[in-house]
């Protein structure tokens, strides 16, 4: 079993930038892909950006390529999102999930999911 805790969202005017963590409870957690998802009010979820289990491979939605980077330390069994140049348009519940994934955009193969942090990004 992998427990997920996000932190790090918060309030953040257009341009600016916020790092996201995902810490994970439990020792299998290095051998998961990790992804991120958002969910805007009324929106369907999104997928943002995913990291393999070692770290060699990453994959952004075109929505966030060249402003979010995603990257993780298995030491310390956490997954980063550093977000830059944030617009409104990025206002949601920012989610961490991981699993023995296929594919690292596809969204309904993650078994593990955090609670969620808000991001709001004024203009």
């Known amino acids: 079993q992998v427990q997920l805790v996000e932190s790090g969202g918060g309030l953040v005017q257009a341009g600016g930038s916020l790092r996201l963590s995902c810490a994970a409870s439990?020792?299998?957690?290095?051998?998961?892909?990790t992804g991120w998802v958002r969910q805007a009010p009324g929106k369907e979820r999104e997928f943002v950006a995913a990291?393999?289990?070692?770290?060699?491979?990453?994959y952004s939605a075109d929505s966030v390529k060249g402003r979010f980077t995603i990257s993780r330390d298995n030491a310390k069994n956490t997954v980063y999102l550093q977000m830059n140049s944030l617009k409104p348009e990025d206002t949601a519940v920012y989610y961490c999930?991981?699993?023995?994934?296929?594919?690292?955009?596809?969204?309904?193969?993650?078994?593990?999911w955090g609670q969620g942090t808000q991001v709001t990004v004024s203009s």
């Open positions: 999930a991981a699993g023995r994934v296929g594919v690292l955009y596809n969204i309904a193969e993650y078994e593990y």
């Open positions: 439990g020792r299998t957690f290095s051998v998961f892909a």
């Open positions: 990291i393999s289990w070692s770290g060699g491979i990453a």
